[in-house]
């Protein structure tokens, strides 16, 4: 399956996406939240899928939130692809680098990229995404994938200033509002035959800097899953990003760029759709 949530912000409604066409599925579930997880929600939504019920279609030009209600948590994973540490002058961890994302960064895939007050350094960073699909804590690598409820694209922006030289931690340069705008949609995990093997592209104003695939993760799904549980409980819709490729405009020589106001960045990975945001400036 591949679920979408659609409508004004605040107000999305759950849905599924079959072929090209956009279904509502609000009489069937309530949202894609945690509950709806936690409690085999995928599973009483295929089979009630199966059943043809009578959908009503949603319109094209109706607004795709986040594929994912707001989570417990959204997980990165920092430096976890070796051109990248390379391209940003760092060492290649010899384990996973974990950061957080406020919970209020996350927006559907075309909604606008705010640049944040004060910010000159706002990046981009095409991710690939994975959402739990229940409670993960110690969970062995042989037995990870069973807590992956499924897949979705996502765009890491980070303002490299706050990120990099204001102290702390990277949190300040990754939780800003619209900084992480996920989807079109969520895949299931039958809908990618090998998530190890996806093509991936960033562009900006019509300019390709990423272009890669995810055969370069240093540290893949199945042990994020475990060793992430080693430190803290994973709940049901969880979203793990887990790291990007080389191309990021804090790694272009012998000038950085940076995002600013009018540009138009554009992203995808095979089997999991493209987004598309258009930077504005910030307004009280």
Not at 5 to 29: A, C, M, N, Q, W
Not at 111 to 135: H, M, R, Y
Not at 255 to 268: M, S
Request: with cysteine; hydrophobic share 35%.
């Amino acid at each position: 399956m591949k679920l979408i949530r659609f409508g004004e912000i605040g107000k999305e409604k759950p849905g599924v996406l079959i072929g090209e066409k956009r279904y509502d599925v609000s009489s069937i579930v309530t949202d894609f939240n945690e509950s709806f997880f936690e409690e085999n929600g995928l599973e009483k939504l295929q089979k009630a899928l199966e059943s043809n019920p009578t959908l009503p279609e949603v319109d094209a030009s109706v607004r795709l939130g986040s594929p994912v209600a707001r989570p417990s948590k959204i997980i990165c994973i920092g430096l976890n692809y070796i051109d990248h540490c390379k391209e940003t002058n760092a060492p290649i961890p010899t384990e996973p680098i974990i950061f957080f994302k406020s919970t209020t960064s996350l927006c559907g895939p075309d909604d606008d990229l705010i640049i944040p007050k004060n910010s000159e350094k706002t990046d981009w960073e095409v991710e690939l995404a994975f959402i739990v699909g229940k409670k993960a804590s110690y969970v062995e690598e042989a037995e990870a994938l069973d807590y992956v409820a499924g897949y979705a694209l996502l765009n890491d922006y980070s303002e490299r200033a706050f990120q990099l030289e204001r102290g702390g931690q990277w949190a300040k340069g990754k939780g800003s509002d619209t900084f992480a705008p996920l989807g079109p949609f969520l895949a299931t995990k039958e809908e990618i035959a090998d998530v190890d093997n996806l093509k991936m592209w960033l562009t900006v104003n019509g300019k390709k800097y990423q272009d890669s695939n995810t055969l370069n993760l240093v540290f893949k799904i199945p042990y994020l899953v475990h060793y992430l549980s080693q430190f803290m409980t994973l709940l049901p819709g969880d979203i793990i990003s887990t790291g990007t490729p080389p191309g990021v405009g804090l790694g272009i020589k012998p000038d950085p760029i940076y995002i600013k106001a009018g540009d138009v960045v554009e992203l995808g990975i095979e089997g999991l759709g493209t987004s598309k945001q258009k930077a504005v400036a910030y307004k009280k």
